[in-house]
């Protein structure tokens, strides 16, 4: 596994008192306290405001380039994760949060930044807008859990919406947001982007219908068929992809067939899918370092679902080793995302160690994140190990841990001094 830097480091800030020290660790970074709203601040500001920035989780770092269309290579929308819808708007309210600050729909003013301003004007023209430019709207929405406004947007589209590759990116993103609110009409929508003039979009909308039958409906016959249909749909486009594509679809491609293999219980076929999702998720690295920063951002966007899918098994086959290799890697590419805490602590108590899910379920708290009490009371009745870890604890994540809560309490006591 190539080390990973972490892209959101920040200087900690240490006090005056002795560092903690647990037995046969090397001290522990000491964290000073940073005020709720401050890391708050930190943490959700880009999802609020659209405004540029290092931290915060990775998957609304898109939102601002999408916004003023500043995208990579590719020239296209190409994110992936997406949080519970109405996310976004939970927190607008409860932050009481001026109009003029946060709300998609206010008139120009000026307090809004560049991408902000960028998403109200695309809204407010978005019917004259050519469709290239309402994907990548449609897609900043869907990056800020505003799946309601995409729908409110394309409110007439069906499976037979033009299926040029300008209009499939745009039933595409209408399918993921159709899809993230369980909303049935998703699977035409998707079936009829698998059907567009767009090899790239074939294939992503294969995957998305796959993992839907797998995870929605449990249709394995079906999923498989996805699986067989975007690996063909992959080698017809592969000569005419540049590299950077050809390794982000083979990852996207190979981490729904683990999916699949997990669920048919075929370890060995899962084994290679998912070796295969990291080798390429690898390349996607190395290729994106020379690249503009959109295409940076899909890169360790793919690379961190890949680690997450990697430590759910680790942690299913209670395997303290890989457990502790993977988490730390989802907290050098993510640790301002709550998820990355929540995963964590599930799957360092599905193998014993109780000392580090204690410790991310407090990180978790720490970075705002929804579900902590879900968390807390999974560690406790998560049944541990009858036997010792496989590998016993080596302080490694200990550290990473402590260290991304150091990092993330700098970054507020950065933002009560008044730093960007």
């Known amino acids: ?55 915060g989780p990775l998957h609304f770092r898109h939102a601002p380039l999408l916004a003023t269309g500043d995208l990579g290579g590719a020239g296209v929308p190409m994110s992936s994760i997406l949080t519970p819808s109405g996310l976004r708007a939970s927190l607008v309210r409860a932050l009481g949060l001026a109009e003029a600050d946060a709300d998609l729909h206010a008139a120009a003013s000026d307090g809004a930044g560049q991408a902000l301003t960028a998403l109200r004007a695309g809204i407010a023209a978005f019917a004259e807008l050519p469709p290239e430019r309402q994907a990548e709207l449609l897609s900043c929405l869907n990056c800020l859990t505003e799946q309601a406004t995409v729908i409110s947007l394309v409110p007439r589209a069906t499976p037979d919406h033009p299926r040029t590759a300008a209009g499939s990116r745009v039933l595409y993103e209408v399918g993921r947001a159709l899809l993230r609110r369980y909303n049935p009409l998703a699977r035409p929508i998707l079936e009829g982007v698998a059907e567009s003039t767009d090899p790239v979009l074939r294939v992503l909308a294969r995957v998305q219908l796959g993992a839907m039958a797998v995870r929605l409906r449990g249709d394995l016959e079906n999923a498989t068929a996805q699986v067989d249909a975007a690996r063909g749909g992959y080698a017809e486009a592969e000569a005419d992809l540049d590299g950077f594509l050809r390794a ?143 590998t016993p604890p080596s302080g490694e994540l200990r550290q990473a841990l402590a260290g991304a809560i150091a990092g993330l309490a700098a970054a507020g006591h950065a933002r009560l001094r008044g730093a960007p």
Do not use: F
């Open 248 to 390: 982000l679809l083979q990852s996207r491609v190979s981490r729904l067939a683990a999916l699949v293999a997990l669920r048919r219980t075929d370890p060995s076929g899962q084994a290679a899918a998912m070796e295969r999702s990291l080798e390429t998720a690898l390349e996607l690295e190395r290729l994106s370092r020379t690249r503009p920063r959109y295409d940076r951002l899909v890169a360790a966007e793919n690379m961190k679902i890949v680690a997450e899918s990697h430590l759910k098994a680790a942690g299913g086959a209670r395997d303290a080793g890989e457990v502790t290799r993977w988490a730390t890697t989802m907290l050098s590419i993510d640790p301002d995302d709550p998820g990355t805490w929540r995963d964590i602590a599930a799957n360092t108590a599905r193998c014993g160690l109780t000392t580090e899910a204690a410790i991310a379920a407090v990180g978790m708290t720490y970075v705002g994140g929804a579900g902590t009490v879900a968390t807390i009371q999974a560690i406790v009745t998560t049944p541990l190990a009858s036997t010792p870890p496989t």
């Open 1 to 55: 596994m190539t080390p990973h830097t972490t892209p959101n480091a920040a200087t900690s800030t240490t006090a005056p008192q002795s560092p903690v020290t647990s037995p046969g660790t090397s001290p522990l970074p000491v964290v000073v306290e940073a005020a709720p709203a401050a890391v708050a601040r930190v943490v959700w500001e880009t999802m609020l405001t659209l405004r540029e920035s290092d931290r």
